[in-house]
């Protein structure tokens, strides 16, 4: 158990150090770093401003649906570890019995939440990066194209748009 315990905490130690910092999401205009709360004073393109409004509401949709969806799934799986074998005494006496694993409808809604926020999440992007280009004067018609990917079994030929 000792061990077990000291492995534990040299892989968390070790996990903890190992991760990459990255800087909030901010809006660059002529080097000088803006929030996204100040899209109105980087943006001069009252469409670009729409687009980047869409883009923050997206997000703050999209981070709801994930935080909700990431407390639910590791909740969900705290219940399931901690599920097993339980001990009670009664009256003086042990007894055992095996609990029920409840924690799979959590994960199960967990799941879902962080689904639905992907979506968001990536139309959050396609939408930042649509009012970078409006702003930046580039043409952002509707320019549907093809693709030749690689399935599992075979090669796929699709229309994106």
């Not at 407390?71 to 005494?89: D, E, H, P, Q």
């Given at each position: 158990m000792k061990k077990s315990i000291l492995i534990l905490t040299v892989i968390l130690g070790q996990m903890s150090f190992a991760q990459v910092s990255l800087e909030k999401n901010r809006l660059m205009k002529d080097g000088v770093?803006?929030?996204?709360?100040?899209?109105?004073?980087?943006?001069?393109?009252?469409?670009?401003?729409?687009?980047f409004a869409k883009t923050r509401t997206n997000k703050t949709v999209g981070e709801v649906f994930a935080y909700t969806g990431g407390?639910?799934?590791?909740?969900?799986?705290?219940?399931?570890?901690?599920?097993?074998?339980?001990?009670?005494?009664?009256?003086?006496?042990?007894?055992t019995f095996k609990a029920k694993s409840e924690g799979w409808g959590f994960v199960a809604a967990g799941a879902g939440l962080l689904g639905i926020g992907i979506p968001f999440a990536l139309a959050?992007?396609?939408?930042?990066?649509?009012?970078?280009?409006?702003?930046?004067?580039?043409a952002v018609a509707f320019q549907p194209y093809f693709k030749i990917e690689s399935g599992g079994n075979g090669i796929a030929m699709s229309y994106n748009f």
């Open positions: 770093k803006y929030k996204f709360s100040d899209y109105k004073t980087v943006f001069s393109n009252p469409e670009a401003q729409k687009a407390f639910s799934l590791g909740f969900g799986i705290g219940r399931l570890l901690a599920g097993g074998n339980k001990t009670v005494y009664v009256n003086g006496t042990k007894q959050a992007n396609k939408n930042a990066k649509k009012a970078v280009a409006i702003e930046n004067g580039e």
